[in-house]
């Protein structure tokens, strides 16, 4: 599973992966790249880490997983805070009087990444959209 403070990821293989795909736009200092790839690690970690198909350390991440974090760091870089503003819970409240029901949608992020959802494709457990159903009424 992907660490919440250890790096998968360093900046040298973030620009040579780059550099093999000529973005223009993956630059500036060090801690401005290690900073979002750190955003972007932590992005995935809370979206993916429950869902891998297999068991692995941060150390020893697929490959496929550090290409994630580098174009997810891309994004956080170009537009810091990118990807925290994707992920939306959605909760939808209905009530009558005093009773009132909450519906939770699992779903989790309301935006996808192409990019980011090709990679890692055989990598996650596909996740049901299931809904939880609370309930809250006063006597």
């Not at 880490?49 to 692995?56: L, M, Q």
Request: proline share 2%.
């Amino acid at each position: 599973m992907l660490s919440y403070t250890e790096p998968a990821v360093s900046v040298q293989e973030a620009d040579d992966y780059a550099n093999a795909r000529a973005w223009t736009d993956w630059t500036g200092e060090n801690d401005v790249k290690i900073a979002a790839l750190r955003r972007a690690q932590d992005w995935l970690a809370q979206t993916y880490n429950a869902r891998w198909a297999d068991e692995w350390e941060n150390d020893d991440a697929p490959e496929n997983v550090k290409y994630a974090i580098i174009i997810a760091g891309r994004m956080e870089l170009v537009t810091p805070g990118r990807l925290s503003k994707a992920k939306k819970q959605g909760i939808k409240s209905v009530g009558a009087g005093s009773a009132r029901v909450e519906y939770f949608s699992s779903g989790g992020a309301t935006e996808t990444f192409a990019d980011i959802d090709g990679l890692l494709a055989g990598l996650i457990v596909t996740q049901s959209d299931t809904t939880v159903v609370g309930f809250a009424a006063r006597a």
